[in-house]
T-cell receptor
Framework: NAGVMQNPRHLVRRRGQEARLRCSPMKGHSHVYWYRQLPEEGLKFMVY????????ESGMPKERFSAEFPKEGPSILRIQQVVRGDSAAYFCASSPRGSRTGELFFGEGSRLTVL | GESVGLHLPTLSVQEGDNSIINCAYS??????FIWYKQESGKGPQFIID?????DKRQGQRVTVLLNKTVKHLSLQIAATQPGDSAVYFCAETGNQGGKLIFGQGTELSVKP
């Protein structure tokens, strides 16, 4: 009974490279959320997706960041031309439907370090 | 340049004592308020939630209190154990559906 699976757990990139973070939601969950966490800070909402649809991307930076959740396969958070300020932990969460109660199931995160 | 992060509020308690973690929320339209626990190097774990039409809810060793008048949420942990050491975040559902809005977090340290 796997939970939310994120990979890679750790990723090191040089400035200007691309980072791709993957998230497989819990079985039966069709809603995915991405959050970013800087050291010693809270989780900041980035984007909320259903299969093949972006529902809310109000927390996504306008440039360099994109997310998708295709019909088949994991959700991908893509960061182009990374900068040092992108260094953070990126958490994915899933829910079986748009969670009105707020119970999201989180993965263990992907920690991005930009050199 | 060097980035400076915020330092989390910290709470240090003795093993066996009760802990109270507080949170101020911002959106009076939120339907649900939730507490998450995050251990070092891990993802947040759901602890307990409370609907906006309630003022108290109890779980196993935890109680959440909601005061809508002053937009205040608290988490009480009874007989705190070393395994409770973690960062605790409050979150609210906001008024746009789907996503959760997280507070800053409090680091709980339990001394044996």
């Amino acid at each position: 009974n796997a939970g939310v699976m994120q990979n890679p757990r750790h990723l090191v990139r040089r400035r200007g490279q691309e980072a791709r973070l993957r998230c497989s939601p819990m079985k039966g969950h069709s809603h995915v959320y991405w959050y970013r966490q800087l050291p010693e800070e809270g989780l900041k909402f980035m984007v909320y997706l259903q299969k093949e649809n972006i529902i809310d991307e109000s927390g996504m930076p306008k440039e360099r960041f994109s997310a998708e959740f295709p019909k088949e396969g994991p959700s991908i958070l893509r960061i182009q031309q990374v900068v040092r300020g992108d260094s953070a932990a990126y958490f994915c969460a899933s829910s079986p439907r748009g969670s009105r109660t707020g119970e999201l199931f989180f993965g263990e995160g992907s920690r991005l370090t930009v050199l | 340049g060097e980035s400076v992060g915020l330092h989390l509020p910290t709470l240090s308690v003795q093993e066996g004592d009760n802990s109270i973690i507080n949170c101020a929320y911002s959106n009076s339209a939120s339907d649900y308020f939730i507490w998450y626990k995050q251990e070092s190097g891990k993802g947040p774990q759901f602890i307990i939630d409370i609907r906006s039409n309630m003022d108290k809810r109890q779980g196993q060793r935890v109680t959440v209190l909601l005061n809508k008048t002053v937009k205040h949420l608290s988490l009480q942990i009874a007989a705190t154990q070393p395994g409770d050491s973690a960062v605790y975040f409050c979150a609210e559902t906001g008024n746009q559906g789907g996503k959760l809005i997280f507070g800053q977090g409090t680091e709980l340290s339990v001394k044996p």
